[in-house]
């Protein structure tokens, strides 16, 4: 280069670096695997049989199927990682040059869910083993559920562990919102149990039922906004009175929440059992003067209804005030719904909650979701399934994958 003022050569004086983020799209690629199929020349000569002998190859996830292992995990992350519908994917597939119709994309979704089932059932065995629990649960229309009408609800039920303990997240798909369904999956669980206040979560034996004040204090914030807007604001209103009870306890939960356990223990005892007290005796004080059906009267009542489950955050330091990392885990579920909207049979959904499992168990163990889905493919097939140190070598929390 040269210097436009006198024409002279130019000298490099420093260098300066920009960086910018370019796409590469996605690509499919048809791999060949070729084996040997060997003869012995000696038998076919002198023999009256000759032995056929073929290579060794891995095993495959769905054998006989055009499905490799990173196809299958890459279709799994599309619908239950960024929720993408199957028949979205027909369509990118489709662009790609790749004929791939929605039914062959679901039954690859079936057949890896099954090779997932040992697995899947490993992880709930681990969970019944720990101290905490959280549940939750949300509706899935199931079109072909037998007995029960296309438009009415299923469930998916939600168990996970809590903030002090490897993250394990568990759906389980049922046809109904019965409490036989957590009983059975919690059967044999002794410790405690955190959710909402569905009554379902009552009869489970043996558990220690904890409450939700983020329910709780929902109530309270719903009667607030329903209030008139040119209402006479010299002094707080009752629903604004039991919310300022629940939001000094969170004030509390702010301020130990990167404490130990040992230490949130002590110090709820100091701080959050006065408000506590307080706040007991100004609901049973409010229960008799506010109208029951009224916003606040029902914020009321649901607090007086769930007030043991409410305080049993006090007993364990591990515990949490909410069942908000539940409801953020079963969201996964929720935003998926609202784009593949249904499962068209309860095989389906089944399928659909062993594989949310995989990846939000994955995900929360700080693993890439489709390089962990690939490997499980890859290797579940080659070993033996009911050798239980062979499955817990594979659990997300026990594993570091290859680069």
């Given at each position: 280069m040269?210097?436009?003022?006198?024409?002279?050569d130019?000298?490099?004086i420093?260098?300066e670096?920009?960086k910018y983020i370019k796409?590469?799209?996605?690509?499919?690629?048809?791999?060949?695997e070729?084996?040997?199929?060997?003869?012995?020349?000696?038998c076919?000569?002198?023999?009256?049989?000759?032995?056929i002998?073929?290579?060794?190859?891995?095993?495959?996830a769905i054998?006989g199927?055009?499905?490799?292992?990173?196809?299958?995990?890459?279709?799994m992350e599309?619908?239950y990682?960024?929720?993408?519908p199957?028949?979205r994917?027909?369509?990118q597939?489709?662009?790609?040059g790749?004929d791939?119709?929605?039914?062959?994309?679901?039954?690859?979704?079936i057949k890896?869910s099954?090779l997932?089932?040992p697995?899947y059932?490993?992880?709930?065995?681990?969970?019944?083993?720990q101290d905490i629990?959280?549940?939750?649960?949300t509706?899935?229309?199931?079109l072909?559920e037998?007995?029960?009408?296309p438009?009415?609800k299923?469930?998916?039920?939600?168990y996970?562990?809590?903030?002090?303990?490897t993250?394990?997240?568990?759906y389980?798909?049922?046809p109904?919102?019965?409490?036989k369904?957590?009983?059975?999956?919690?059967?044999?669980?002794?410790?405690y149990l955190?959710?909402?206040?569905?009554q379902?979560?009552?009869?489970?034996?043996?558990?220690?039922?904890?409450?939700c004040?983020?329910h709780?204090r929902?109530?309270?914030?719903?009667?607030?906004?329903a209030?008139p807007?040119n209402?006479?604001k010299?002094s707080?209103?009752?629903?604004?009175?039991?919310?300022s009870?629940?939001?000094?306890?969170y004030?509390?939960?702010?301020n130990?929440?990167?404490?130990?356990?040992?230490?949130r223990?002590?110090?709820?005892?100091?701080?959050?059992?006065?408000?506590?007290?307080?706040f007991s005796?100004?609901?049973n004080?409010?229960?008799?003067?506010?109208?029951?059906?009224?916003?606040?009267?029902?914020?009321?009542?649901?607090?007086?209804?769930?007030?043991k489950?409410?305080?049993?955050?006090?007993?364990?330091?591990?515990?949490?005030?909410?069942?908000n990392?539940?409801?953020?885990?079963i969201?996964?579920?929720?935003?998926?719904?609202k784009?593949f909207?249904?499962s068209?049979?309860?095989?389906?959904?089944k399928?659909?909650?062993?594989?949310?499992?995989?990846?939000?168990?994955?995900?929360?163990?700080?693993?890439?979701?489709f390089?962990?889905?690939?490997?499980?493919?890859d290797?579940l097939?080659n070993?033996?399934l009911?050798?239980?140190d062979?499955?817990?070598a594979?659990?997300?929390?026990n594993?570091k994958l290859?680069?």
């Amino acid at each position: 280069m040269t210097c436009e003022q006198c024409g002279g050569d130019l000298h490099v004086i420093r260098q300066e670096t920009k960086k910018y983020i370019k796409i590469i799209p996605a690509k499919a690629v048809v791999i060949e695997e070729v084996s040997d199929v060997c003869a012995c020349r000696h038998c076919e000569q002198h023999e009256i049989t000759t032995p056929i002998i073929e290579a060794k190859t891995p095993k495959r996830a769905i054998p006989g199927s055009i499905a490799s292992s990173s196809l299958i995990a890459y279709v799994m992350e599309q619908k239950y990682v960024n929720s993408m519908p199957l028949y979205r994917q027909e369509q990118q597939f489709k662009r790609w040059g790749i004929d791939l119709s929605r039914q062959n994309l679901a039954n690859w979704m079936i057949k890896g869910s099954e090779l997932f089932e040992p697995f899947y059932k490993r992880m709930h065995e681990t969970l019944l083993q720990q101290d905490i629990v959280l549940a939750d649960e949300t509706t899935l229309q199931v079109l072909k559920e037998p007995g029960k009408a296309p438009s009415s609800k299923s469930y998916v039920w939600l168990y996970r562990t809590g903030k002090y303990s490897t993250p394990i997240v568990l759906y389980e798909y049922q046809p109904s919102r019965e409490k036989k369904h957590p009983e059975n999956f919690l059967k044999n669980y002794k410790g405690y149990l955190l959710t909402d206040g569905y009554q379902g979560y009552d009869n489970v034996p043996d558990v220690i039922l904890c409450g939700c004040w983020a329910h709780a204090r929902r109530r309270f914030y719903e009667a607030i906004v329903a209030q008139p807007k040119n209402k006479n604001k010299e002094s707080l209103t009752n629903a604004e009175q039991g919310f300022s009870f629940i939001s000094q306890l969170y004030e509390v939960e702010d301020n130990i929440k990167d404490l130990t356990p040992e230490e949130r223990y002590k110090i709820r005892l100091e701080r959050s059992q006065p408000i506590l007290d307080a706040f007991s005796v100004w609901l049973n004080k409010k229960s008799l003067e506010v109208i029951p059906k009224s916003k606040t009267g029902i914020a009321i009542t649901y607090s007086l209804n769930q007030w043991k489950k409410l305080n049993n955050f006090l007993l364990d330091g591990r515990l949490e005030i909410d069942n908000n990392r539940s409801e953020r885990s079963i969201k996964s579920v929720v935003i998926g719904r609202k784009n593949f909207l249904f499962s068209n049979t309860p095989k389906g959904a089944k399928a659909s909650a062993i594989i949310y499992s995989i990846v939000e168990t994955a995900k929360g163990n700080n693993l890439n979701p489709f390089k962990y889905l690939e490997y499980l493919l890859d290797k579940l097939p080659n070993i033996e399934l009911s050798n239980t140190d062979k499955i817990d070598a594979l659990l997300p929390w026990n594993i570091k994958l290859p680069e």
